[in-house]
C-alpha cells in the first residue's frame, strides 16, 4: 500500500522560515494536500492541489511538490502556527495521511 | 455556512455495532462527495472511507473494508457510517468531511470542511 512519510517534528523559531516534508514513490505524480491541526481541533485544510491556499489562509503559508517530495513552508512563522501538520494523497482511489508533523514554535 | 455535525458515538463492546451520522448545511449535499476521516488517541489522522456526491461510488480503507459501510441521504442532507464487527483498533474520534467537488477524479479532491468528530470507544 501507497504510504506518506513525514518527521515528527520540526522545530522554528518566531518570524523564520518552517519547511515541512512529505516524502512518497513519486509523489509529484499525484496532488498533495496539507492539513493543520491544533489540539482539541479538527483539521483544517491549508493547502490543496499542491500549492493553492483556500479563501481564509494566510499567504505565509505555500506548498510545492515534485519528484518524491512534497513541502509545506511557513514563511514568518507565528506562535499561531504551532499545531501538527499532516500530508494527504490520493492512491488508486484511496486516501492516504502522512503521520503528521508536530511544529514547534520557539 | 458549511456545518457538518457529527453523532452516534460511544461506548460498544468488541464485535458490536454502531452507526454514525453527519447531518450536513450550508451547501447542497448532493453535489459533494463525502468522507470519513478517523484519529485513534494521540494519534495521526486514517481516511476511513468516500462516498460520491450522487452515493453511487463507495471506497474504503484496507482496514475496514467488509465492516463498514458509508452511505448518504438526500433528502436528510445526512450522511451515515455504518461499523460492523467492530474491534479495539477501530477506536477513534470519527470525523466526517466534505470534499470539494462530486468526488469522480479520486485524485483532485480536497477534505475542504471537516466536523468537530465523534468519539467511538471499542471496549470490553
Known amino acids: 500500500s501507497y504510504e506518506l512519510t513525514q518527521p515528527p517534528s520540526v522545530s522554528v523559531s518566531p518570524g523564520q522560515t518552517a519547511s515541512i516534508p512529505c516524502s512518497g514513490d513519486?509523489?509529484?505524480?499525484?496532488?498533495a494536500f496539507w492539513y493543520q491541526q491544533k489540539p482539541g481541533q479538527s483539521p483544517v485544510l491549508v493547502i490543496y492541489q499542491d500549492s493553492k491556499r483556500p479563501s481564509g489562509i494566510p499567504e505565509r503559508f505555500s506548498g510545492s511538490n515534485s519528484g518524491n517530495t512534497a513541502t509545506l513552508t511557513i514563511s514568518g512563522t507565528q506562535a499561531m502556527d504551532e499545531a501538527d501538520y499532516y500530508c494527504q494523497a490520493w492512491d488508486r482511489s484511496t486516501g492516504v495521511f502522512g503521520g503528521g508533523t508536530k511544529l514547534t514554535v520557539l | 455556512e458549511v456545518q457538518l455535525v457529527e453523532s452516534g458515538g460511544g461506548l460498544v463492546q468488541p464485535g458490536g455495532s454502531l452507526r454514525l451520522s453527519c447531518a450536513a448545511s450550508g451547501f447542497t449535499f448532493s453535489s459533494y462527495a463525502m468522507s470519513w476521516v478517523r484519529q485513534a488517541p494521540g494519534k495521526g489522522l486514517e481516511w476511513v472511507s468516500s462516498i460520491s456526491a450522487i452515493g453511487a461510488s463507495t471506497y474504503y480503507a484496507d482496514s475496514v473494508k467488509g465492516r463498514f459501510t458509508i452511505s448518504r441521504d438526500k433528502s436528510k442532507n445526512t450522511l451515515y457510517l455504518q461499523m460492523n464487527s467492530l474491534r479495539a483498533e477501530d477506536t477513534a474520534v470519527y470525523y466526517c468531511a466534505k470534499e470539494d467537488s462530486g468526488g469522480y477524479q479520486r485524485t483532485s479532491e480536497s477534505l475542504q470542511h471537516w466536523g468537530q468528530g465523534t468519539l467511538v470507544t471499542v471496549s470490553s
Open positions: 513519486k509523489l509529484g505524480d499525484k496532488y
